[in-house]
């Protein structure tokens, strides 16, 4: 199943795969590294100083992961949570996704990670139990300054493994909010099964749940309700007479208003499925795809995607949509600036393009591949950038998503973390089967 297949069946951003290789020892008591040598930031870097590297020794080979400041998070095997301080290369955090030493056979896999200023939040499913139960999925919470975890959470799940490729038989999304962690959870039952709740950061209690497919942003008072809705067909046709709608929700309450018209007309909006992409200012942008013949939404075909406006502090839809793409063939995509989205193509997974907001337009269209499946599957930004690889010549480049232009580019390591700091990358060692993971410091 391809990525655009996928989306058709989940109405939300699908991302981040599991691809983690070594094995973990377990987490250690809290390390506080003397204070390394200050380094100067770069916001947004653009060159990398990587005869300058420092070796993350703790974390090799973490194939992802994400930055905050000098602190690297990720995930290794055996479930480790780990916070590395990239100036030291030590962590001064670690703890087990369960609580508990975990092993090989545990396959917890197919993890997420967020933060906001105190916690960071850790998800993933355990592929390797009983295959006539449901998969559980762990949500753990570590507090960032003692590396303590504060509490864990277990959604309920109805689906077992199949298979054991990410988002086939059950996905979800973690969004650190104002009101609260927002987790959000797809399961592949019947025509499809989706939960949401709100949950509190300091304790890990249910503020409120939902079972429909909840999706947000930071910093807004609103998400969205993309809802599964039965619409009318004629007889004898194999439209499925499955659309989706778009309700408000009030994300302090978990109030779920009435369907919106984001079109400006009177009547509810449907869309075969619905992509929240970012937040743009105060709007929410959502993205509605029709797929040219409903009756085999699974298969490829050319889309019309049409894009729109939600406030993220009223929930009220704008006037009319901002713009319907000019491309048919829009995948994932991702708010990269005010202006413009950055997205992957349906009909050519080595291609990257920046839409407009404004008018749809696709702006610039370059070669791409990430550093891992995960890349493939959510390009890496940052503050305007993507860093990404040409898969034709090999180079890593850096490129201005506003206008397309290539800023920097040459031979080396591609990210798999950026930010003002630096890049964390994985280079294979010298003479060695081995892979290790390195910092390199921003220096332009």
């Known amino acids: 199943m391809n990525v655009s297949q996928r989306l058709k069946l989940i109405p939300v951003t699908i991302s981040l795969l599991a691809m983690t290789a070594c094995t973990a020892t377990m987490p250690v008591p809290t390390v506080t590294p003397t204070v390394p040598v200050t380094y100067a930031t770069f916001d947004p870097p653009t060159r990398f100083d990587t005869s300058n590297t420092v070796h993350l020794r703790e974390v090799d080979t973490a194939s992802r992961g994400m930055m905050s400041g000098y602190m690297f998070y990720t995930m ?34 197919c993890w997420q990670q967020t933060a906001d200023d105190k916690y960071l939040y850790t998800i993933a499913a355990n592929y390797g139990g009983d295959p006539s139960q449901p998969v559980p999925v762990q949500l753990t919470t570590v507090d960032k300054a003692s590396g303590n975890i504060v509490w864990q959470y277990s959604p309920p799940t109805q689906v077992g493994p199949m298979g054991t490729e990410c988002d086939v038989a059950i996905s979800y999304t973690i969004t650190a909010t104002d009101a609260g962690l927002l987790i959000n959870m797809w399961q592949a039952v019947g025509t499809g099964n989706s939960f949401s709740a709100m949950l509190d950061p300091a304790a890990g209690d249910v503020r409120w749940q939902s079972d429909t497919s909840v999706v947000a942003t930071d910093q807004a008072k609103f998400g969205l309700s993309l809802t599964m809705a039965p619409i009318s067909i004629p007889p004898g046709s194999k439209d499925p007479g499955v659309r989706y709608t778009a309700q408000p929700v009030d994300l302090a309450t978990g109030t779920v208003g009435k369907p919106l018209s984001l079109t400006g007309k009177k009547g509810t909006t449907y869309a075969g499925w619905f992509q929240l992409v970012g937040r743009s200012g105060d709007n929410l942008i959502l993205i509605g795809h029709d797929p040219a013949d409903a009756a085999n939404a699974d298969q490829y075909q050319k889309t019309t995607s049409t894009i729109y406006a939600v406030s993220a502090s009223t929930g009220q839809a704008a006037a009319k949509p901002l713009a319907t793409a000019a491309s048919d063939a829009l995948s994932v995509c991702s708010i990269g600036a005010a202006d413009r989205l950055v997205c992957l193509m349906s009909d050519d997974d080595t291609t990257v393009s920046g839409v407009s907001l404004t ?59 950026v930010n003002e700091t630096g890049m964390v990358f994985m280079q294979a060692d010298k003479g060695d089967a081995n892979w290790q993971c390195l910092w390199a410091p921003a220096v332009g």
Not at 76 to 100: C, F
Not at 383 to 407: A, F, I, R
Request: glycine fraction near 12%; charged fraction near 15%.
């Open 76 to 109: 290794t095997d055996s479930a480790i949570i780990w916070g590395v301080d990239v100036r030291a290369g030590r962590s001064t955090m670690s703890a087990s996704l369960t609580g508990r030493e975990a092993d090989e056979s545990d396959a917890w896999r």
């Open 359 to 417: 008018d749809g337009s696709t702006v610039w269209q370059h070669h791409y591949a990430g550093a891992d499946a995960q890349a493939l599957l959510q390009p890496l930004l940052f503050h305007g950038y993507l860093y990404g690889q040409d898969p034709t010549s090999g180079d890593n480049y850096v490129l201005d998503v506003e206008n397309g232009n290539v800023v920097q580019s040459g031979q080396g390591p591609a990210p798999i973390a």
